[in-house]
Each structure stands twice: as structure tokens, then as C-alpha cells.
């Protein structure tokens, strides 16, 4: 490689750091994104007049169909399937590096093997990349509802999952090291063909990471895709290693930093670590704790949306809580006619915005977004929860476990010691649910049965277009 | 034979560095575009399938490389075009029209 491309890919990784930073704040968001495309297309054009490239005809292929794919995909994709998109995305930059890294095996192996550093890289992208790829696509399976969005347990499985990864470092130390004495076994096993040892070391990875993501529920999708978004980063840097470019391995170490750091927000969020998520499978179990103390009943208020829209309609504040549920039912556009309509008699409506709110990191304020809800009505847990004294109303609308006061007070209950949203210090609390079934979690939510709490059971959509026509006359 | 795997993993980690520094002063109410756009960038593994593809190593790799610019370019144009297109509908109270 010459020392003139060095630089342009060098170039190019400014412009990723640059266009990050410019992610900090909503006014300089779009320029950084720009500027990071730039330094994509410095990265492609340069390596594109690279001496050693001989054939066009292949790349162009690639690069027209990949192309079109995405553009496709970003135009037509809903805001609330954007988790999906993500988690397709992840895979297919996991995918490409266990081709590239194969790629690179077959040729290197057909002229007499590659170095212990290459060989070290290119079975580690090979790895990572397969797990992220087959992961990635159970996790789009999940949030798509092709897959159960179940945690999927089955006898033995951290066992059968430790022999597994023996497996495969066992099969990537025979790629490494062919010739040592312990991978005598192993040889026998494969023959002579380069190729066969590749393609099993390919098909373990791909399980494991078929069985590492199966058995982790719905509620827990945020925290997993926001590890894979820091695998397909590893994913890119390893194949940086592989074919000697710190421009790969640069960009690669700001997207796996990226991911982690989400990962740890979004673990912090539900109070649970990692390990407690990726092997706990939560969920599974949650559904005995549901039956026993589910049932704890006690007595709730009902309201009518009448009176609801004349409480909102004469409140001085206002605080919105939205949960998944408002997105399922598409209701954001609702919520955003209610909030005009209160704010045009001088009602102040807030969105208060639980970091698990959706799917994925930062979910609920795009779906916010789309509606126009202007970005700086979205508050922070930590900034609004001390607000909800001071509120009158407090309406939240199909979010259950992140708004339930047992995280706080109930040292028993499994979501004990979760960061939640103080709802239940407002002055009033309009609760809008489908019904009294227990959320994501299976656990109880005594918020509702508390003497400040009235329950508007509906369909959020119908309930808030209700709403907004009650308060239009109130 | 590892003094140039060794410098990499110093690139590497220092790299994680400034990530670990410049992704902590992403607001969360940018998480979502933040994912998308990070992962465009990550779809920079094109430039390795390039190489592949285009450098004569045979028919095997060379369709595996292609398959990979596929992959890579779905990736990033995909993901900067989402993430743009996310980030237009952000407006501020007193902002003009939206979209």
C-alpha cells in the first residue's frame, strides 16, 4: 500500500471522529453524518485505484446491488421497525467480514499458508464476524416476530454453549497452526482440504451465535443489538488486522467503543448486568412470578376519557410517559394533537423518556421525532424526575415496568433497585392501558392501584384521539 | 512475526480511546441515529472486500469478495441514508417546519 493511501484512509477516519463528535447535539447531528459519508467514499475511491486491484466487473456488482439494497431499505423502512433495520445492518457488516477473512484464508493457504499474526486475525474474524452475522438475524427475527419473542431455554445450555466455543477454538488453532502436534487429531479429521477446517470453524460460529441469542427475551432485544452494533464493529477491525489497514481497524474500535458504551446505558437502565442478560434468560421464569403475586389485586380506579381530558385540560403541567405500547399502537401522531391542543391553553407538556423506552437506545425520541415533537419537549429520566413533584398530570401511556414504584420500595420484586420514572409523585396519575395484564416483565405494577392513579383502559390511539376531542371542548 | 499484529492492537486500543471519549457526549435522544451511523461506518470492511474481489485471487475468493462489497455497501448506504433521514425529522420548539 502506498504511503499516499495511508493517509487518505487516516483522512478518512478523521472524518468518522469528526462526524461523532458532531453527533453531540441535534444541530450538527445531519453535518456529521454527511461528513462521515465523505470519509466513506474517500476510503472507497481510494482503494478503488489501488495498483493491486485488477477486475472491475465483480465490484461494481457488489457495489450496485448493495447500494440499491440499502438505499431501499433506508427510504422504505418504518420508524418503528428501525430496531429490525439495525440488527439486519449488524449482520450484514458481520457477514462481510467472514467473507473477506475466508477470502484471504483460501488465498494464503493455496500459497503455502499465512503468517501466525495473519492467521491469528483471520480465525478471529472469522469468529466474531459469524457470530455477529447469525445473531444479528435471530435478532431480526425476534423483533420481526419470526422468531418467539420468548427466551428460549433448553437442558444443559451454558454447558452445551462452553463445549461449543472449546470447539471452535480448538478448529481455529488447527487453521493457526496446522502443523503443531496437538492438532494432530484434527487433521485426520479434515484431510488435506484447506477449505473443509474453514467451513466447520464458519458453521460453529454461526451456531453459537444462533444458540447465544435465542434464549434472551424481547424486553432484553435493546441490550442485545446494542452489543452486536459493537461486534460488527470488532467484526470491521479484525478484518483490519487481517488485511493490514488502520483505517479498518480505527473505524472498527469507534463503532465496538460506540456499542459498548450503549450496551452498558442500556444494562445500567434495567439495573441487570450483562451476564444476567445474555445468560440470565429473564422472562422465562418471570411468568410464575406473575401467577403468584399477580394476583394481588386490590382495588383500582377506572376514569372516563371525558373526565380525563378535563383533569389534563385544567392542569397547569402535564408529563407524557410514553411506552412501548404507544408505538406498537402507532399513536405517537395522537399524542402529538393532544399535546398541541393542551399547549394552546397554555398547558406545559413535557415527554418524559425512559432510556428503554423502545427497542433500541434512543428509540422512543425518533418515534417522538416523526410525530414533530420538538426534541427539546423530550426530558431525561434523571432531568424530569425530579419535575414529576411539581406535576399535575401525569399521563403515561403504555409503558408498565419502567414507571413501577416497586423498583424503588419492594426489595422482593425482580425489577428491584431499576432506575424508573417517579410518576407516582405526581399529582394525579392517568394510567392509559389495553388492560390490567401485567407488562413485559410479568411483574405487578401497584402504581395502579394507588389513590392518586386513574386507569383509562382502550386502545391508546382511539383513547387519545378521544381525548383530544374532549379537551378541544372542555 | 507479531511486531506488526502488536502495533495494530495499538492503534486499536488507543482508537477505542477516543471512541470511548467522543461517543460518551452523544445525547441519548440521539442514541438510535448514533447506532445507525456507527453502523455505516462499520460497513468500512468494504475497502477489505474490495481487495479481494478485484485482486485476481481466484474464482472462490473473488466471489466471496463480491458478496461482501454487497454486504459492506448494503451496510453503508443503508445506514447513512436512515440515519440522515432520522435526523432531518429532529426540530427544535421554535424551529421552522420539520421534514
Given at each position: 500500500m502506498t504511503a499516499l493511501a495511508e493517509l487518505a484512509y487516516l483522512l478518512a477516519a478523521v472524518c468518522f471522529i469528526f462526524g461523532l463528535m458532531w453527533?453531540?447535539?441535534?444541530?450538527?447531528?445531519?453535518?456529521?453524518?454527511?461528513?462521515?459519508?465523505?470519509?466513506?467514499?474517500?476510503?472507497?475511491?481510494?482503494?478503488?485505484?489501488?495498483?493491486?486491484?485488477?477486475?472491475?466487473?465483480?465490484?461494481?456488482?457488489?457495489?450496485?446491488?448493495?447500494?440499491?439494497?440499502?438505499?431501499?431499505?433506508?427510504?422504505?423502512?418504518?420508524?418503528?421497525?428501525?430496531?429490525?433495520?439495525?440488527?439486519?445492518?449488524?449482520?450484514?457488516?458481520?457477514?462481510?467480514?467472514?467473507?473477506?477473512?475466508?477470502?484471504?484464508?483460501?488465498?494464503?493457504?493455496a500459497t503455502g499458508g499465512a503468517a501466525l499474526d495473519v492467521g491469528i486475525s483471520i480465525q478471529f474474524s472469522v469468529l466474531v464476524g459469524a457470530v455477529t452475522f447469525s445473531g444479528s438475524l435471530i435478532a431480526f427475527g425476534k423483533l420481526q416476530d419470526l422468531v418467539t419473542g420468548q427466551a428460549v431455554t433448553y437442558p444443559l445450555q451454558k454447558p452445551l454453549n462452553a463445549v461449543l466455543l472449546l470447539a471452535i477454538l480448538a478448529v481455529a488453532a488447527y487453521l493457526v497452526v496446522p502443523d503443531s502436534g496437538l492438532a494432530a487429531p484434527l487433521a485426520d479429521l479434515f484431510g488435506g482440504d484447506a477449505a473443509v477446517p474453514l467451513l466447520v470453524l464458519i458453521g460453529l460460529s454461526l451456531v453459537l451465535g444462533v444458540l447465544s441469542v435465542l434464549p434472551i427475551g424481547g424486553a432484553d432485544m435493546p441490550v442485545v443489538i446494542s452489543l452486536l452494533n459493537s461486534y460488527s464493529g470488532i467484526a470491521a477491525a479484525s478484518t483490519g488486522f487481517v488485511i493490514d489497514n488502520n483505517g479498518l481497524i480505527i473505524s472498527g474500535a469507534l463503532v465496538g467503543a460506540s456499542g459498548i458504551i450503549l450496551t452498558k446505558i442500556m444494562c445500567n437502565?434495567?439495573?441487570?448486568?450483562?451476564?444476567?442478560?445474555?445468560?440470565?434468560?429473564?422472562?422465562?421464569?418471570?411468568?410464575?412470578?406473575?401467577?403468584?403475586?399477580?394476583?394481588?389485586?386490590?382495588?383500582?380506579?377506572?376514569?372516563?376519557?371525558?373526565d380525563a381530558a378535563i383533569m389534563m385540560a385544567y392542569a397547569r403541567s402535564v408529563v407524557v410517559v410514553p411506552g412501548y405500547g404507544l408505538a406498537v399502537s402507532q399513536a405517537q401522531h395522537a399524542v402529538r394533537e393532544l399535546a398541541t391542543l393542551l399547549e394552546a391553553r397554555d398547558v406545559d407538556v413535557k415527554y418524559a423518556i425512559h432510556p428503554v423506552a423502545g427497542r433500541m437506545p434512543g428509540h422512543m425520541n425518533v418515534l417522538?421525532?416523526?410525530?414533530?415533537?420538538?426534541?427539546?419537549?423530550?426530558?431525561?429520566?434523571?432531568?424530569?424526575?425530579?419535575?414529576?413533584?411539581?406535576?399535575?398530570?401525569?399521563?403515561?401511556?403504555?409503558?408498565?415496568?419502567?414507571?413501577?414504584?416497586?423498583?424503588?420500595?419492594?426489595?422482593?420484586?425482580?425489577i428491584y433497585g431499576m432506575p424508573i420514572l417517579d410518576v407516582d409523585r405526581a399529582n394525579q396519575v392517568i394510567v392509559m392501558k389495553r388492560s390490567m395484564n401485567p407488562g413485559f416483565a410479568g411483574i405487578d405494577n401497584e402504581l395502579f392501584y394507588a389513590s392518586n392513579t386513574a386507569m383509562l383502559f382502550g386502545d391508546a390511539k382511539a383513547s387519545l384521539t378521544k381525548l383530544a376531542a374532549e379537551v378541544k371542548e372542555a | 512475526m507479531l511486531e506488526s499484529l502488536v502495533s495494530e492492537i495499538v492503534v486499536f486500543v488507543l482508537a477505542v480511546f477516543v471512541g470511548f471519549q467522543v461517543i460518551t457526549k452523544v445525547p441519548p435522544t440521539l442514541h438510535t441515529p448514533l447506532m445507525s451511523g456507527s453502523n455505516a461506518i462499520s460497513g468500512i470492511t468494504v475497502i477489505g472486500a474490495i481487495i479481494v474481489s478485484g485482486a485476481g485471487y481466484g474464482r472462490l475468493a473473488t466471489v466471496l469478495g463480491v458478496i461482501a462489497v454487497a454486504f459492506a455497501t448494503t451496510n453503508i448506504v443503508g445506514g447513512f441514508l436512515v440515519t440522515d433521514r432520522m435526523l432531518r425529522m429532529f426540530r427544535k420548539d421554535t424551529g421552522g417546519e420539520g421534514k
Open positions: 453527533l453531540a447535539s441535534p444541530a450538527t447531528a445531519r453535518k456529521g453524518n454527511a461528513l462521515a459519508s465523505v470519509g466513506m467514499l474517500i476510503a472507497i475511491v481510494v482503494t478503488l485505484l489501488d495498483r493491486s486491484i485488477l477486475g472491475y466487473e465483480g465490484i461494481l456488482i457488489g457495489l450496485v446491488i448493495g447500494a440499491g439494497a440499502g438505499a431501499i431499505l433506508a427510504r422504505t423502512i418504518r420508524m418503528t421497525a428501525m430496531p429490525q433495520m439495525v440488527a439486519l445492518l449488524n449482520g450484514f457488516g458481520g457477514g462481510a467480514s467472514v467473507l473477506v477473512a475466508s477470502a484471504e484464508y483460501l488465498r494464503l493457504s437502565a434495567m439495573n441487570r448486568s450483562l451476564g444476567n442478560v445474555l445468560f440470565g434468560a429473564f422472562g422465562a421464569g418471570a411468568a410464575d412470578v406473575a401467577a403468584g403475586g399477580g394476583a394481588s389485586g386490590g382495588t383500582y380506579r377506572q376514569v372516563t376519557a371525558e417522538l421525532a416523526e410525530a414533530d415533537v420538538p426534541y427539546d419537549q423530550l426530558w431525561e429520566m434523571e432531568r424530569v424526575n425530579p419535575e414529576f413533584d411539581r406535576t399535575d398530570v401525569a399521563l403515561v401511556i403504555g409503558a408498565n415496568d419502567v414507571v413501577n414504584p416497586a423498583a424503588r420500595n419492594n426489595t422482593s420484586s425482580p | -
